[in-house]
């Protein structure tokens, strides 16, 4: 990594990103992967990258690509639901954004005090070779779509996301957050009831009151007799017929299952019923959890 000189001539480390080429001559082109997927870099600089990828060795460039998927990946799903985020993701976030060391504001004082310094020449400026023109107006574009304050930003914010959310698994995170059962399970007003279910095993039940859902999850319990399934009901408060909620199979028992509307419930109940269901449940219910909701 190279240096850079303050006002004073002392020497400062440079800048992450702010010499493409330096930094992929260091061998840091996977470091690169996030910025280079938010396009915060110039066309010559992903020109630059590209040409190092493709002739990097195999794992180098896998590595790379991987990283760039994951944060494109990231960025289209971040925006797939409207769940709120974990309450402390942005404190996480912000815990690891590089600090911004302060301006030398010493050396504008001392100028000031010693009076108003001769103007500076103006150079006169030479027209520039036609071939040239193209090229000057690229620069100009690209200084003014991404300025070094943007780009550092924004190299921060990916750096401490990916640390924040858990490093190469940032893609499945957000999934899972996108996911009903998980939006259901891991709610900040979420509770659990495990009850257990007459024949063997737990039937573990989620509730959440802001989702007016809730998710059940059985452990254990064992298939229903043979031309029979489990049938779940959400009984009324006001003491009307239970409704049915779906109907659990040997192979739905694996599997959690979502129930909607539990606002006018008192409680959930699990019945043994013919295959196909039944209109009304069987009783004695196998499994009863309250929802007080």
Do not use: C
Request: glycine content about 8%.
């Amino acid at each position: 990594m190279t240096d850079t000189n303050d006002s004073r001539g002392r020497q400062l480390p440079r800048a992450f990103a702010a010499d493409i080429p330096t930094d992929l001559a260091a061998g840091r082109a996977v470091e690169l992967a996030e910025i280079y997927a938010l396009d915060a870099i110039s066309d010559a600089e992903r020109e630059a990258i590209d040409t190092y990828v493709g002739g990097a060795p195999e794992a180098e460039r896998a590595s790379f690509n991987e990283r760039v998927r994951q944060a494109r990946e990231t960025l289209a799903m971040s925006f797939t639901a409207e769940e709120e985020p974990p309450a402390d993701l942005f404190a996480r976030i912000v815990a690891q954004l590089p600090e911004q060391p302060a301006r030398a504001q010493a050396p504008r004082r001392e100028a000031a005090a010693e009076g108003p310094a001769a103007p500076a020449a103006v150079p006169t400026a030479e027209p520039a070779p036609a071939g040239d023109e193209l090229s000057a107006a690229r620069q100009r574009r690209d200084v003014r779509r991404r300025p070094a304050g943007l780009r550092n930003w924004l190299i921060g914010v990916a750096a401490a996301a990916v640390i924040a959310l858990g490093g190469v698994g940032i893609g499945a995170y957000v999934a899972n957050q996108n996911d009903p059962f998980n939006q259901v399970i891991e709610a900040q007003d979420a509770r659990q009831a495990t009850v257990d279910v007459n024949g063997g095993g737990t039937a573990t039940v989620s509730i959440s009151p802001s989702h007016d859902a809730l998710v059940v999850r059985m452990k254990d319990v064992p298939p229903p007799p043979a031309g029979k399934v489990y049938q779940m009901w959400l009984i009324p408060k006001d003491g009307s017929t239970p409704v049915s909620q779906g109907l659990m199979d040997a192979e739905a028992l694996s599997k959690p299952a979502l129930v909607k509307g539990i606002g006018s419930a008192a409680a959930l109940g699990i019945t043994v019923e013919p295959a196909g269901g039944s209109a009304t449940p069987t009783l004695p219910t196998v499994a009863a959890a309250p929802l007080n909701t």
